[in-house]
């Protein structure tokens, strides 16, 4: 299956993003097609994770589904934030596609890596945000072309956005509880 073969050249694309290889986009479709597979995985995997982490009080109403997949399009969000942000400040024309299709692959690892050791060991999810920073460095340095410094504060904002966004929607949306006398 075609879409399971992105997944699998993805992983493939990320090693070598890591080890630092010129040759990583070769793994990557850095298309509209390869960004709307990235997409599709993304939410089924995110619909998999909501339906894991309601198993035990049962899978949400309709609205509730689509609520729970919103709020974890906030990471893709936060990321194009991220990326955004970054463009605007350093000078240069960097392709979005380039950072937003592996950055995409990030966030599925990170959606798969924290519904598991949410359900195991919740206290070393800190470790998977340190990982996920770890690879939005990296992504800036290959994929942006970024100095050092530029894709540390890359990674930084992409993780302080991909934090800051959910809380943010939550204490907006949230009741508000009435003053005491």
Known sequence: MKIWGAMSEALKGWIAIVRGDAD???????????????????????????????????????????????????????????????????????????????GIYALIAYLIAGTILSLIAGPVLILLWIGLAFLLFCLGRQAGGWTIGVAAAFAVLTMVLLVGMPVTLYMALGPVAAPTP
Request: net charge positive; glycine share 8%.
């Open 24 to 102: 990583w986009a070769r793994y990557f479709a850095i298309s509209a097609a390869g960004l709307a597979t990235a997409l599709v995985l993304f939410f089924f995997f995110a619909l998999l994770s909501v339906a894991l982490a309601t198993a035990d009080v049962g899978i949400p109403s309709f609205f509730g589904l689509i609520i729970a997949l919103v709020v974890q399009g906030l990471s893709i969000l936060a990321l194009l934030g991220g990326i955004l942000i970054t463009r605007k400040i350093m000078p240069g024309e960097i392709s979005l596609l380039r950072l937003m299709v592996p």
